[in-house]
């Protein structure tokens, strides 16, 4: 089993409406988790990082954890053609971050 | 801002050259990572440090290895470049692991091996 799984995309959304983006995690000790947002050809850059139950709010994105569920997801509210990447979960465990495979979101104008 | 610094951006080696990607960080930070990312296969840890002359292997470390004689700077090596380490290979720093930190990357360097 995977350590980090995310659901599978690609998602395509249309301009204006909300992404949802999930992420699963086995290790149970987990205490800190992040979004990462990676466009074409870049390298991944922190968009939110969250440490504690329920919900995390930074501008258009709402961060959400479950830790007893082990499941963190994502909300891009009012989603825009900027937002067009691939968004990868990370999860830190034993010294290092753990990567999900990402999941690629095409917004439509 | 941590900035992590990548020596290239592209790169293009010959099979059985050794190569050397270099990464440079400016804030001070104790771990320093080395991943490849291919599509379909995200990113895979090939090595990490949590301290100068300190190395932990990855995921992935064959055909690899590192080298942290200063803070500030996390090398890694191909020993002898295959065509299967064609690959973007990117670079982070952080200031603590298990932390609320997270990673910051550098831009990346995209080797080629031909």
């Known amino acids: 089993q995977k350590e980090v799984e995310q659901n599978s995309g690609p998602l395509s959304v249309p301009e204006g409406a909300i992404a949802s983006l999930n992420c699963t995690y086995s290790?149970?000790?987990?205490?800190?988790f992040f979004w990462y947002r990676q466009y074409s050809g870049k390298s991944p850059e922190l968009i939110m990082s969250?440490?504690?139950?329920g919900d995390k709010e930074d501008g258009r994105f709402t961060a959400q954890l479950n830790k007893a569920s082990q499941y963190v997801s994502l909300l891009i509210r009012d989603s825009q053609p900027s937002d067009s990447a691939t968004y990868l979960c990370?999860?830190?465990?034993?010294?290092?971050?753990?990567f999900g495979a990402g999941t690629t979101v095409t917004v439509r104008a | 801002d941590v900035k992590v610094t990548q020596s290239s951006r592209y790169l293009v080696k010959r099979t059985g050259e050794k190569v050397f990607l270099e990464c440079v960080q400016d804030?001070?930070?104790?771990?320093m990572f080395w991943y490849r990312q291919d599509p379909g296969l995200g990113l895979r840890l090939i090595y990490f440090?949590?301290?100068?002359?300190?190395?932990e292997k990855g995921d992935i470390p064959e055909g690899y290895s590192v080298s942290r004689e200063k803070k500030e700077r996390f090398s890694l090596i191909l020993e002898s470049a295959s065509t299967n380490q064609t690959s973007m290979y990117l670079c982070?720093?952080?200031?603590?692991?298990?932390?609320?930190?997270?990673?910051?990357f550098g831009s990346g360097t995209r080797l080629t091996v031909v």
């Open positions: 982070a720093s952080s200031l603590s692991i298990p932390s609320g930190y997270g990673y910051t």
């Open positions: 290790d149970r000790v987990s205490q800190s």
């Open positions: 969250i440490y504690s139950n």
């Open positions: 990370a999860v830190v465990g034993d010294y290092k971050l753990s």
């Open positions: 804030m001070d930070h104790e771990n």
């Open positions: 440090s949590y301290d100068v002359k300190m190395k």
